[in-house]
């Protein structure tokens, strides 16, 4: 089966994976376009050197979601593949790697496996259903019962 493999750094936000990433992408990426076919971004700025690496489709960064859609693509150009790889540089600082390690494994490969597949489906039933308003008017008249029940106590 085959695998695929992504420079990828995700956060809470696309802004925020930016932000991680300013720390170590100019030296990082300018070093990988010497020595791997990754392109080489004439961009003055780290934010335009991020720009191109993203457009290139040489790295991922963003969010869960971006990575989830981006699986999604490849996915369907490929034909389908047995696993897609998080490949971490150090374009970020080591806790900000862990960060996007965590949120990959919440929300990009429970995406993939299934896992939350019974949840939306769950969530989906709540939505479309009235059983909120049978189980509040139960709720209330069980209480309204108690409190009648306690009155008659009381006298």
Same mark, same amino acid.
């Given at each position: 089966?085959?695998?695929?493999?992504?420079?990828?750094?995700?956060?809470?936000?696309?802004?925020?994976?930016?932000?991680?990433?300013?720390?170590?992408?100019?030296?990082?990426?300018?070093?990988?376009?010497?020595?791997?076919?990754?392109?080489?971004?004439?961009?003055?700025?780290?934010? *335009?050197?991020? $720009?191109? !690496? %993203?457009?290139?489709?040489?790295? /991922?960064? *963003?969010?869960? $979601?971006? !990575? %989830?859609?981006?699986?999604?693509? /490849?996915?369907?150009?490929?034909?389908?593949?047995?696993?897609?790889?998080?490949? /971490?540089?150090?374009?970020?600082?080591?806790?900000?790697?862990?960060?996007?390690?965590?949120?990959?494994?919440?929300?990009?490969?429970?995406?993939?496996?299934?896992?939350?597949?019974?949840?939306?489906?769950?969530?989906?039933?709540?939505?479309?259903?009235?059983?909120?308003?049978?189980?509040?008017?139960?709720?209330?008249?069980?209480?309204?019962?108690?409190?009648?029940?306690?009155?008659?106590?009381?006298?």
């Amino acid at each position: 089966m085959r695998r695929l493999s992504a420079i990828t750094h995700i956060a809470e936000t696309e802004e925020q994976a930016r932000r991680d990433c300013a720390h170590g992408f100019e030296e990082i990426w300018n070093y990988l376009a010497h020595v791997s076919p990754l392109p080489a971004s004439e961009k003055p700025d780290v934010e *335009g050197m991020i $720009d191109d !690496a %993203i457009a290139s489709g040489a790295v /991922l960064i *963003g969010t869960p $979601d971006t !990575a %989830i859609e981006l699986i999604r693509k /490849l996915a369907d150009q490929t034909g389908g593949f047995g696993s897609s790889v998080m490949t /971490l540089t150090d374009f970020t600082t080591f806790d900000r790697q862990k960060r996007a390690v965590e949120l990959w494994a919440e929300y990009v490969i429970p995406e993939f496996r299934g896992q939350l597949q019974p949840v939306r489906e769950h969530n989906a039933w709540a939505r479309d259903n009235e059983w909120k308003t049978s189980t509040m008017a139960e709720i209330n008249a069980a209480s309204a019962k108690y409190a009648q029940q306690k009155q008659a106590q009381q006298k």
